[in-house]
């Protein structure tokens, strides 16, 4: 009786401890929850292993990867100490509730030794066909372009002015002061006296002929650019569709406002038609052929000595890295240039880009034309100096009037892409203009065809430039050059599909182009010319209703 009599006592006992034991638990988990529920600490009041206790009210935190438990600690310690979250430690022991960050062992990231990058094809070696492909990832690192906090390099007697520069870089982004500009440029005499860089704003052919025979006759390298109406159409003339012609020398800038001139014969004058014809006299810019197609089409000016700027920074840029496939003669934005290589952006504002350059220019548009034209010119001089720095230095660029492709050694041509992209539902077949061989035809019908009509190109590198200025553009390729080669060459539909190509598309394929690049990205046309133009081939209903859509979708001037 007795052992039971224990037993029994025993096992009361352990009932009630257990109980006690159970309450006790019960009224601590109950005094955390009454706490969490008065106390309303901070959200996301959570435990990481890596960052520690992190009070931020952002619940997917960047995940940081500190190298040691102690740089862990420290920046769990910095992210509560910015917040400034109120201490609880008065009322409950947080020992209880997380770990303490000191005695945990936190696990470091392993470091893999770093790897050599592939060693960059030589130039011998890209043109044999032997060259190491560079992966893609490396290749996408590589276009990544760090902008240098240093001045440009400065090869003409115009340099950049230090301060100027750093106070650029200081300015705020997007403010006035950030721009690169020609103001920011300096010419020191021998008795240090400093010489700004000065502009001619000429509106007349009188005043343009003086500056053109005292100023920029004797250069042997000249900026040039043109600014004109964004919704000119060519049968509004020269005045609309040439409305400013920008030169640049190293000391001058002359800004032609053709739009103002009182002339009727030879608006330009004899000097600056001698400039652009002269193939001694180089001009660079972006973009330059389809400038200069429009100096031949509405001043009969046949340019010469143009050099495009976006072949030689092609060659200077992916020469250096071995990156020759990437060689080729896709239109680089002049602001993309000029922002790698002379280290501070161009305003290109299109409240300014497309304001009326008929009428008398403001301040705001005499900076811009004027910025414009002497960046392609500094440009030019920096591109060339690191061009010859280069060990093989490869050649110049031909001049583009001549058509030629890119040299990377002299007398050896590279085979390059020059084309854009075109999407799927191109129509026409594209050749590549460094390949000595004619593409493969689509179908057996389909007659090998010469070199690209020199229209063609001018309308795609009009294209290029649209493109870059409007990032989002939705037009395809085929539909802008359609539209570009009827609107700015003046060519009909029936041969523009003939020369797209052979055998010719159809007249009504040419025309719902055009009318598509008009419909998305809202360009000028004119509606009576395209009906005249055309009602042989499509019936007034067809073409009435293709109109209708597209006015109810924008307005279309007519």
């Given at each position: 009786m007795t052992?039971?009599?224990?037993?029994?006592?025993?096992?009361?006992?352990?009932?009630?401890?257990?109980?006690?034991?159970?309450?006790?638990?019960?009224?601590?988990?109950?005094?955390?929850?009454?706490?969490?529920?008065?106390?309303?600490?901070?959200?996301?009041?959570?435990?990481?292993?890596?960052?520690?206790?992190?009070?931020?009210?952002?619940?997917?935190?960047?995940?940081?990867?500190?190298?040691?438990?102690?740089?862990?600690?420290?920046?769990?310690?910095?992210?509560?100490?910015?917040?400034?979250?109120?201490?609880?430690?008065?009322?409950?022991?947080?020992?209880?509730?997380?770990?303490?960050?000191?005695?945990?062992?936190?696990?470091?990231?392993?470091?893999?030794?770093?790897?050599?990058?592939?060693?960059?094809?030589?130039?011998?070696?890209?043109?044999?066909?032997?060259?190491?492909?560079?992966?893609?990832?490396?290749?996408?690192?590589?276009?990544?372009?760090?902008?240098?906090?240093?001045?440009?390099?400065?090869?003409?007697?115009?340099?950049?002015?230090?301060?100027?520069?750093?106070?650029?870089?200081?300015?705020?982004?997007?403010?006035?002061?950030?721009?690169?500009?020609?103001?920011?440029?300096?010419?020191?005499?021998?008795?240090?006296?400093?010489?700004?860089?000065?502009?001619?704003?000429?509106?007349?052919?009188?005043?343009?002929?003086?500056?053109?025979?005292?100023?920029?006759?004797?250069?042997?390298?000249?900026?040039?650019d043109l600014e004109w109406s964004s919704e000119a159409m060519k049968w509004q003339g020269v005045k609309k569709n040439v409305s400013l012609i920008q030169l640049a020398s190293p000391s001058r800038i002359g800004l032609f406002h053709v739009a103002l001139f009182t002339e009727k014969d030879d608006l330009v004058g004899p000097s600056f038609r001698a400039i652009m014809e002269d193939p001694g006299i180089t001009k660079v810019g972006v973009c330059i052929k389809g400038d200069a197609t429009r100096l031949r089409n509405f001043l009969e000016i046949d340019s010469k000595g143009l050099l495009e700027l976006s072949h030689l920074y092609k060659l200077v840029k992916y020469c250096s890295k071995g990156q020759y496939s990437e060689i080729n003669k896709k239109l680089v934005p002049?602001?993309?240039?000029?922002?790698?290589?002379?280290?501070?952006?161009?305003?290109?504002?299109?409240?300014?880009?497309?304001?009326?350059?008929?009428?008398?220019?403001?301040?705001?548009?005499?900076?811009?034309?004027?910025?414009?034209?002497?960046?392609?010119?500094?440009?030019?001089?920096?591109?060339?100096?690191?061009?010859?720095?280069?060990?093989?230095?490869?050649?110049?660029?031909h001049h583009a009037e001549r058509n030629l492709p890119i040299r990377i050694i002299d007398d050896v041509v590279l085979a390059t892409n020059d084309d854009p992209v075109v999407d799927a539902t191109e129509e026409t077949d594209l050749e590549t203009r460094a390949t000595p061989t004619p593409p493969k035809s689509r179908s057996s019908s389909r007659t090998p065809r010469g070199p690209k009509d020199s229209r063609i190109e001018i309308a795609e590198d009009r294209v290029a430039c649209y493109r870059a200025a409007h990032p989002d553009c939705r037009a395809a390729l085929s539909r802008l050059r359609a539209y570009y080669m009827w609107h700015e060459q003046g060519l009909e539909p029936q041969l523009i599909a003939k020369l797209l190509r052979d055998p010719p598309l159809k007249t009504t394929t040419v025309v719902g182009y055009i009318l598509t690049a008009v419909q998305l990205e809202k360009l000028p046309m004119d509606t009576e010319r395209l009906r005249m133009e055309v009602r042989d081939q499509i019936s007034e209903r067809v073409l009435g209703a293709k109109l209708r859509a597209i006015t109810r979708a924008v307005e279309v001037p007519n």
């Open positions: 052992s039971l009599g224990s037993s029994e006592a025993a096992g009361n006992a352990l009932r009630s401890t257990s109980k006690a034991l159970r309450a006790s638990l019960a009224l601590r988990c109950w005094t955390v929850r009454n706490h969490r529920m008065t106390a309303t600490p901070p959200k996301f009041q959570l435990w990481n292993p890596k960052r520690g206790i992190s009070f931020s009210p952002i619940a997917r935190s960047p995940n940081l990867a500190p190298e040691d438990a102690r740089a862990s600690n420290e920046a769990a310690a910095a992210t509560n100490d910015v917040h400034s979250v109120p201490s609880y430690s008065n009322e409950i022991d947080d020992s209880s509730l997380y770990p303490i960050l000191e005695g945990l062992s936190l696990s470091t990231p392993k470091h893999d030794a770093p790897k050599s990058d592939p060693v960059p094809p030589t130039a011998a070696e890209a043109v044999n066909g032997n060259a190491t492909a560079i992966p893609a990832e490396k290749k996408e690192a590589s276009s990544e372009t760090n902008i240098s906090d240093d001045p440009p390099v400065s090869v003409l007697p115009f340099k950049m002015v230090d301060d100027l520069f750093y106070a650029a870089k200081k300015a705020r982004p997007g403010s006035s002061d950030s721009f690169w500009s020609y103001t920011q440029y300096r010419e020191t005499a021998q008795d240090g006296t400093q010489q700004k860089v000065k502009v001619h704003y000429c509106r007349s052919r009188h005043t343009m002929e003086r500056v053109c025979q005292e100023y920029f006759m004797g250069e042997k390298v000249l900026g040039f002049l602001a993309t240039q000029v922002e790698q290589y002379l280290h501070l952006p161009l305003f290109k504002g299109q409240d300014v880009r497309s304001s009326d350059w008929t009428k008398p220019l403001n301040m705001d548009q005499v900076i811009y034309a004027a910025s414009d034209a002497y960046a392609g010119l500094q440009l030019y001089a920096t591109l060339e100096h690191h061009r010859k720095q280069l060990d093989p230095c490869p050649p110049a660029p």
